[in-house]
């Protein structure tokens, strides 16, 4: 979620019909025609895969005005609801195609358009950047972590379909989503524990069963002492205080294992089933919908939040205003196996969008899809996606954007986040603007107000008592996909996180255990020690993620 750098960290939640108000011929499905639009304009279909995404409920915005004008060219949304891997491989499974396609640079939801891309279901542009610098500059060698760029963008023989969006383009623009637990103070005042108190798993578990022993109850309903968003995001972090947080883990002997193999991720499995067993977590967390997580946090009925925390007070705020020092403020900081203490907080900060042009889009279709984008990665496209119109949203003042005091006021009263939406901010299009610029070109954030700020850096204080370090090694988990077993591997990969909720909710113990060996023994099956040894011999010498906090 919404995890959007979230990967958070997705970032999360609804489709929204906007082109079919356009030209009559579409609608939010992504069925619609595109082309030529009844009004001159060029129709493109954009799926924008972040569960729970959405966008106007008024038709044409005031910024897609202004793309329009600027590009010739109107869109027509459709946005994820569920699961974004699923809806990757859904739409070249059936066909059923967008002309531009941006989704999660990372997992799953990339694995499927890499594939997509191998199968010749995108766009070739590697001849036509020349004509889109903006585009150009997005994925050159130089602005690209290494390990992503021989992966995902250079790794066709020299053609090029993937774009990366949102990585960084100076040290300043890096985004610390601050993921980690947090806990309403009201609630933690109430049973007596200082929440930074709480820094071990057994102290996070004590916290979590003083809260249930105190029977809180909010309109006649159990107050869950841990729960999350949809579909599961981002309950599992505590994984942190069983291993180092990276995927794959140090043997100590110059080779790396998948943290699936590790006893620390059999205590972190029966850590969680502890928690189900005892009625310590909501047992939806994994199954609900994201606007069903919300509707819980404003109805208080959730102690400690999962996930990253403009998330969660985006989501809290609602709650927060009606019923003050309810406000959720951080754990710990929470102990890291096997990590220094004393380590700064290693961060996977990079890109967070990947966007394609695939092959429902021919012909004139794809000058208007580049010019598109090329526009959007511009600095002018940039400071339009997220500040609106210069002139009615915002202005220019001394060399500075500055917010219009009138809009800005209007967006800080509307808790739902819709006025914004409807005019044409936070609706996708900042998914598309290539490198992150917000502080380097744009100067800081204007919408944010000075209450979310300073929350914001106090729970910095508090959760990056070492500061941060940016990881730019290279991760396993992209080496690991070049192994000639790899297709045969992929299926049992992705089993995992479906055989950890399986097992957290097993009957037993034995019974968690035996879901995680199996899948163990199908792992090795199909090729897992094959692979490993693969990955291990194209890491030597290379500098490695071990280590990694959620970001």
């Known amino acids: ?22 030209s009559g011929c579409t609608d939010s499905s992504g069925n619609g025609n595109s082309g030529e639009a009844a009004d001159g304009s060029y129709k493109l279909k954009i799926l924008h895969n972040w569960n729970g995404s959405g966008g106007s409920d008024n038709g044409i915005t005031p910024v897609e005005e202004v793309i329009k004008e600027k590009t010739g060219v109107t869109l027509d949304w459709e946005y994820t609801k569920g699961s974004e891997t699923e809806k990757v491989n859904q739409i070249f499974a059936t066909q059923d195609l967008p002309d531009i396609y941006t989704g999660p640079a990372w997992g799953g939801e990339l694995d499927g358009i890499i594939k997509a891309a191998k199968e010749g279901q995108l766009v070739d542009i590697s001849d036509k950047l020349g004509d889109y610098p903006n585009l150009a500059k997005s994925i050159a060698e130089e602005n690209v972590p290494p390990a992503l760029y021989e992966k995902a963008i250079n790794a ?6 993937l774009l990366l969006q949102n990585q960084p383009a100076q040290n300043e623009d890096g985004m610390d989503w601050l993921y980690g637990f947090y806990v309403r103070k009201d ?9 930074q108190s709480v820094v071990t798993k057994e102290e996070f578990y004590n916290f979590l069963k003083a809260i249930k022993d105190a029977n809180l109850q909010e309109n006649g309903q159990p107050v869950f002492p841990l729960g999350g968003f949809s579909n599961g995001w981002s309950v599992g972090i505590g994984n942190t205080m069983f291993n180092s947080g990276g995927s794959y883990v140090d043997k100590g002997d110059g080779t790396v294992e998948h943290n699936f193999f590790t006893k620390g991720y059999e205590e972190y499995t029966l850590f969680y089933r502890k928690l189900v067993e005892e009625g310590l977590m909501d047992p939806e967390a994994f199954t609900q919908t994201d606007p069903i997580a919300k509707e819980k946090i404003n109805q208080g009925r959730i102690a400690i939040l999962a996930a990253h925390y403009p998330a969660i ?7 927060v205003t009606s019923h003050p020092g309810s406000d959720y403020i951080p754990i710990g900081p929470l102990e890291r196996a096997d990590v220094d203490p004393n380590r700064p907080v290693d961060l996977g900060i990079q890109g967070n969008n990947v966007t394609a042009i695939t092959k429902n889009c021919k012909g004139a279709c794809v000058d208007a899809a ?11 496209g940039f400071m339009l996606a997220r500040y609106g119109v210069q002139g009615v949203h915002w202005d220019m003042k001394e060399g500075k954007p500055v917010a219009n005091p ?19 901010i936070s609706i996708g299009l900042e998914s598309i603007t290539g490198p992150d610029r917000i502080n380097s070109v744009a100067g800081g954030d204007i919408w944010a107000d000075q209450k979310r700020l300073d ?17 730019t090694a290279y991760n396993p988990g992209d080496v690991i996909t070049k192994a000639p077993e790899w297709e045969m591997l992929k299926p049992s990969m992705d089993r995992m996180s ?6 957290i909710f097993a009957k037993s113990d034995e019974a968690a255990m035996g879901i995680i060996n199996e899948l163990r023994e199908q792992l090795r099956k199909t090729g897992y020690d094959q692979a490993m040894q693969f990955t291990n011999e194209n890491l030597k010498g290379k500098d490695v993620v071990t280590v990694q906090m959620p970001n």
């Open 455 to 471: 929350a914001m850096e106090k729970a910095r204080k508090i959760l990056r008592p070492n500061g941060i370090h940016v990881i």
């Open 498 to 503: 479906d055989a950890w909720k399986e097992a």
């Open 370 to 380: 580049l010019k598109f984008l090329d526009y959007m990665a511009s600095d002018e």
């Open 156 to 161: 066709y023989d020299g053609k090029k379909y």
């Open 187 to 195: 609630i933690a005042d109430k049973v007596g524990i200082d929440p």
């Open 1 to 22: 979620m919404n995890r959007i750098g979230s990967k958070g960290v997705s970032v999360l939640l609804v489709s929204i019909l906007v082109g079919g108000l356009l």
């Open 406 to 424: 009138e809009w800005f006021d209007k967006f800080t009263a509307d808790q739902s986040g819709k006025v914004r939406k409807n005019e044409g």
């Open 313 to 319: 007070l985006d989501a809290s705020k609602e709650y």
